[in-house]
């Protein structure tokens, strides 16, 4: 199979994550539930997972929280700095993990439209938007639909300067894209374990810019067990239950994978592979390929067939082998933004693992399937 759906999940992943995976199951219980062996390998494991998290991503250790995705940490920073029929700026680009919360708290929306991998226009809607009053800004890093890198860096100054709190949604981004909590000053980072990371499904990071998030789960910490409330502290604060201690093994594998790989690298690799992609499609009769100048955009990459849904190119190309993605990928509003909510499009998503060669056999298969149109 030629796995190039990435943006989903990382598929092909350094094989330490696996052999970390099964030495978990047998090797460690839970941090904080005992003295004995099995706990104290799970305590050095979560800590030492903690503390790359903070080293690649400018986060003191303690205030990175194991979650079990980026939607689950998405909620908690949501959650806390939203009320009910409170105020949101959001980029026109945004996940339902964003989109979705905002409006079950029946959220005042405000979006900040801006044409398609035109990052100087999308920074001028966030400082029309952004006024006092705004309870959070919430911005994705990169869309998960095109690869559009949103200019975050701009964004963020923006929050500093008119004292707004701001999340980011860094799906895509991490473990691409250089992101420090610390450079940022945002109030929240939130990131999958299973896509950039290189990380079992099932675990996430929510880097946390101050203290008094609000939980979403309540229960054991292994902390403070006498009182009758959630500890004050982080990260128990907002780790009640039992950790996926499998999970945070192969996550730190995964981060130290990329560490060892550098972002530089899987970054230029992504896009050397993005470009040759979009450059091949334009060649297709009838392919419309939604690519961005240099810089403007990571390993994701949408087109859309004349006289074919798209659903049926994902099927086909699966049929051949080749694993995309097809739809409106759980970001209708992106896709209004962009103009393609009619249809959606086809993804193609890269990683570390893809190869020159299966772009190639991308594209000959939808150049085959073009021909056949009608």
Not at 54 to 60: I, M, T
Not at 118 to 138: N, Q
Not at 169 to 180: C, E, F, I, N, T
Request: with cysteine; hydrophobic share 45%.
């Amino acid at each position: 199979m030629i796995y190039l759906d990435s943006a989903a999940t990382t598929l092909q992943k350094p094989p330490q994550v696996a052999r970390a995976c099964a030495w978990a199951v047998s090797s460690l219980s839970t941090p904080g539930r005992g003295s004995h062996p099995a706990a104290a390998r799970a305590a050095r494991t979560a800590y030492r997972c903690r503390a790359l998290v903070g080293e690649l991503f400018g986060c003191p250790a303690e205030r990175v929280i194991f979650t079990f995705n980026a939607t689950h940490g998405l909620n908690i920073a949501i959650k806390s700095l939203v009320p009910p029929g409170g105020r949101a700026v959001i980029s026109g680009y945004e996940h339902n993990a964003v989109t979705r919360p905002l409006h079950g708290l029946g959220a005042r929306i405000a979006v900040a439209e801006a044409p398609l991998f035109d990052r100087s226009a999308m920074l001028r809607s966030f400082e029309r938007l952004v006024v006092p009053g705004t309870d959070a800004v919430i911005c994705t890093h990169v869309s998960n639909v095109f690869g559009f890198a949103l200019p975050v860096e701009e964004i963020a100054a923006l929050c500093r300067w008119r004292g707004v709190p701001f999340i980011v949604d860094a799906s895509q981004s991490a473990g691409v894209l250089p992101l420090s909590l610390e450079e940022l000053g945002a109030t929240f980072i939130a990131m999958p374990g299973h896509k950039g990371l290189y990380g079992p499904q099932g675990t996430g990071l929510l880097l946390c810019g101050r203290e008094d998030a609000v939980p979403l789960l309540e229960g054991g910490t292994g902390s403070a067990s006498a009182q009758p409330m959630m500890p004050d502290f982080l990260p128990d604060r907002l780790e009640a239950g039992t950790h996926n201690m499998t999970g945070v093994a192969g996550l730190l594998e995964g981060l130290r994978f990329v560490q060892r790989t550098g972002l530089r690298r899987i970054r230029e690799h992504e896009a050397k592979l993005t470009a040759a992609a979009a450059a091949r499609l334009r060649r297709v009769p009838g392919a419309q390929v939604f690519s961005g100048p240099l810089g403007s955009q990571t390993g994701v990459l949408s087109f859309r067939l004349a006289g074919l849904e798209c659903e049926a190119v994902g099927e086909a190309l699966a049929q051949r082998g080749i694993a995309v993605r097809a739809g409106l990928h759980c970001a209708p509003l992106a896709h209004r933004t962009a103009g393609t909510f009619e249809t959606g499009t086809v993804r193609v998503s890269f990683s570390a693992f893809n190869h020159l060669r299966e772009v190639e056999a991308l594209t000959a298969a939808v150049a085959g399937l073009a021909s056949r149109r009608g």
